[in-house]
């Protein structure tokens, strides 16, 4: 192929204009490795903190996983699968169609009797947290009432005329129904442990046999029932006797069961102080957060940081005297001038008998006896010398001085 005068060109050979794509082509490829060294220099100079930074991570993903699942550590919670939890009764009951709805405030409770005003309602007040009036609004509004373990408070805010008449005696395993109720004569035997007992009520049963109530008391209509013991629905005793008959008989008569378990929120707010939370502006929070996140930044900004490791060559040939200074520095900043006289009436001791060839096992009498006879002085002055307790740390210096000058006679030649 023939082009302008004086040129020729090869077929399928560009052109290149000198310092070309070829030149482009390594300032790009020498800028990718700068950029990869510069990459991997920052890796290794922060590869702790990232392993820091990564650990937490995953430990706050498998803590937020944990608390997110549909459980608590609340006692006798329907969400619960600890022991003290009910999460047992509460699924069993769903399971032969009652419909368990869990609460933990009054208002919501209230909301839902409204619409199922023959709704059961388990309460477990065991803080004592609702009044007369709002224990009231259940009785009236709920079709039947299951109180458990309640207190002096919410028993005289019941105003049932039930009142506590003390705990089921120790070593009583179970405990016979002893009345003609329904729901106790079909459950049977249930388990005393950690049961209260109630009396003033028109019929109790589970009695220990002292006359002094039962475990389960009941007003004449059935609306109102208190069980004397949580362990008895709690999942690690339910399935035990006729536990599980009872709970269920109990809490299971009506369709919808309210499983009510209050709150602070519930405290009444009449004629309480306010809280710490309550006069607090809102934006407090916020600051607060926002002051740990600082405060943080800051322990990381100026917190100490250790130096590469150093490495010794082992075993580390420490000196006597430096370690005997040591401990003596220890004793002394800890004033254990007791403990300085017992290690050096010991070495003493050890010192002579050695000298004196009398073995390892020879008493300290042993040892006086052979330190008079060399130094010609009576053996009970040596004892009474070496048996002496300094007091402070002058009187201990002075000992010592005796002690080292005896040894010094003793070991003369």
């Not at 070593?171 to 388990?191: E, H, K, W, Y």
């Not at 520095?329 to 050096?344: K, P």
């Amino acid at each position: 192929m023939t082009s302008a005068p004086g040129k020729t060109k090869e077929r399928g050979t560009p052109d290149r204009a000198p310092g070309g794509t070829h030149g482009q082509d390594r300032a790009q490829d020498g800028q990718r490795l700068r950029w990869t060294s510069r990459l991997l220099a920052w890796l290794r100079r922060h590869i702790a903190w990232i392993i820091i930074g990564a650990i937490v991570a995953v430990l706050g993903i498998l803590t937020v996983a944990q608390n997110s699942a549909n459980t608590d550590k609340a006692p006798m919670s329907a969400r619960n699968p600890a022991p003290d939890g009910a999460m047992a009764a509460a699924e069993v009951l769903r399971q032969h169609g009652v419909t368990v709805t869990e609460s933990t405030s009054f208002a919501s409770t209230a909301s839902f009797l409204a619409g199922k005003p023959g709704a059961t309602v388990l309460l477990y007040d065991r803080n004592g947290y609702l009044d007369s009036a709002q224990l009231h609004m259940l009785l009236k509004s709920a079709g039947r009432v299951v109180v458990v373990s309640p207190g002096p408070r919410t028993l005289t805010g019941l105003g049932s005329g039930i009142r506590h008449a003390g705990v089921v005696p120790s070593g009583t395993a179970t405990l016979d129904a002893g009345c003609r109720q329904a729901d106790p004569l079909v459950a049977g035997r249930v388990s005393g442990k950690n049961g209260f007992l109630y009396k003033g009520a028109d019929a109790m049963c589970y009695s220990p046999g002292t006359g002094d109530g039962g475990m389960y008391a009941a007003s004449a209509d059935g609306r109102l029932v208190v069980l004397g013991s949580a362990a008895m629905i709690s999942n690690d005793l339910l399935q035990e006797e006729g536990n599980a008959a009872l709970a269920f008989r109990t809490l299971g008569p009506a369709p919808d069961l309210v499983w009510y378990l209050p709150g602070l929120g519930d405290v009444p707010t009449a004629g309480r102080p306010a809280t710490l939370n309550e006069l607090a502006p809102p934006w407090v929070g916020f600051l607060g957060l926002w002051l740990m996140v600082v405060a943080l930044l800051a322990v990381l900004w100026r917190g100490r940081r250790l130096g590469p490791l150093v490495f010794e060559p082992l075993p580390v040939v420490v000196k006597a005297a430096e370690t005997a200074e040591g401990r003596a520095r220890l004793y002394q900043d800890s004033r254990a001038v007791g403990r300085a006289a017992d290690n050096l009436r010991a070495g003493a001791l050890t010192r002579l008998a050695r000298h004196f060839r009398l073995g390892p096992e020879v008493g300290a009498a042993a040892v006086i006896d052979a330190v008079a006879r060399k130094v010609d002085r009576p053996a009970q002055e040596l004892r009474m010398l070496l048996d002496h307790q300094p007091g402070t740390e002058s009187e201990l210096v002075r000992w010592a001085q005796s002690i080292e000058k005896l040894e010094q006679e003793a070991t003369a030649q």
